[in-house]
């Protein structure tokens, strides 16, 4: 039975020769590393972001509740119409807006 990795190979790469030329291996490792590297790059980029929007937020929310009077029940709307407004994005819960709030009032 093939290996997962195995079923989805074209007919052309399962044809690759059985000798490889000299320094193949090493370029593999390295096309590799590098690939990993970035996608941890990516992904600690990713985060970066998201902290500073969940901040910027927070202060946001922090700024019209106490300049504009925002009571608890335009926080309560916003979070329905976050959910609403962009449904795959998850973190706009109203304890999340808590938390950003509070986030950025530290």
């Known amino acids: 039975m093939p ?3 195995e079923t989805n190979l074209t007919k052309h790469e399962s044809a690759v020769p059985t000798e490889l030329p000299p320094g193949y291996d090493a370029l593999l ?10 996608q941890v790059r990516a992904a ?12 910027g937020i927070g202060r946001d929310l922090s700024q019209r509740m106490q300049q504009d ?3 608890s029940q335009a926080v309560d709307q916003l979070a329905i119409d976050l959910r609403r407004e962009i449904p795959d994005m ?9 938390y950003m709030r509070s986030f950025a009032c530290q």
């Open 69 to 71: 009077r925002w009571g």
């Open 90 to 98: 998850r973190g706009l819960s109203l304890r999340n807006l808590r």
């Open 29 to 38: 490792r390295d096309i590799k590393a590098r690939i990993q590297t970035a």
């Open 44 to 55: 600690q980029s990713v985060n970066t972001e998201l902290v500073l929007l969940y901040w």
């Open 3 to 5: 290996k997962d990795d």
